[in-house]
Structures are given as structure tokens and as C-alpha cells.
């Protein structure tokens, strides 16, 4: 079993940066894959990002890539989200999720665990 938990959220203006942290239970972190996901208001969860248990691969939702950065420390047993020049439309509750085994997708149904979310608003 592995427990996730977010941190980071906040209400920020358009044009800010903000850094979601994702601390994960258990011993076995660097066997996951792990992956950020969005549910705005009145829409259905999105992929943002993903990071192969290594490192050494990710991957990123086009409207994020070039301003997101997924980063992971396995010895933190922790995940981040880097997010720069926010927009209005990045305004979501914000979820990172594991997935059992090393290799990141971007498919939410792959994933075995997810936190509680937290929330990221942008003004505008």
C-alpha cells in the first residue's frame, strides 16, 4: 500500500511560479512511476506530467510542456511539480498518483494510487 499526500497548492497571479510536492509512504518508491493529473472545475481529470522511477524519462501534457517540470528524489521518497508562468487555465485541483512497476504513462487507469489533491488557483 502507498500513501500519497500533496503539498503546495495556493492561490498565485498569472505569470507566477508554484511547487507541488507529493510525499509518498512505504519503501518501495523508486519502483513506481509517478504521475500528476488535474481536474478542473466542471471537466474531467487530465494528465499534466510523468516521471519513469529512475528519472531519466518524462513526460508532459502539451499544455504544459515548456512551463512544468516533473522532478523526483527517491531518497526523499517525494515527487514535485515544478510550475512556471501559471495561466488562468491551470486553475485545478492538482493529484499526483503511483503506479506500480517503472515505466510513466500518461493513462490515469494505470496508475494504482492516488492522493487526496490539492488545490492551485490563478488569477488573472
Known amino acids: 500500500q502507498v500513501q500519497l499526500v500533496e503539498s503546495g497548492g495556493g492561490l498565485v497571479q498569472a505569470g507566477a511560479s508554484l511547487k507541488l510536492s507529493c510525499a509518498t509512504s512505504?519503501?518501495?518508491?523508486?519502483?513506481?512511476?509517478m504521475g500528476w493529473f488535474r481536474q478542473a472545475p466542471g471537466k474531467e481529470r487530465e494528465f499534466v506530467a510523468a516521471i519513469h522511477w529512475s528519472g531519466a524519462m518524462t513526460y508532459y501534457a502539451n499544455s504544459v510542456k515548456g512551463r512544468f517540470t516533473i522532478s523526483r528524489d527517491n531518497a526523499r521518497n517525494t515527487v514535485y511539480l515544478h510550475m512556471n508562468t501559471l495561466k488562468p487555465e491551470d486553475t485545478a485541483v492538482y493529484y499526483c498518483a503511483a503506479k506500480q512497476g517503472t515505466i510513466a504513462t500518461g493513462t490515469q487507469q494505470s496508475y494504482d494510487y492516488w492522493g487526496q489533491g490539492t488545490q492551485v488557483t490563478v488569477s488573472s
Open positions: 512505504g519503501r518501495t518508491f523508486s519502483r513506481y512511476a
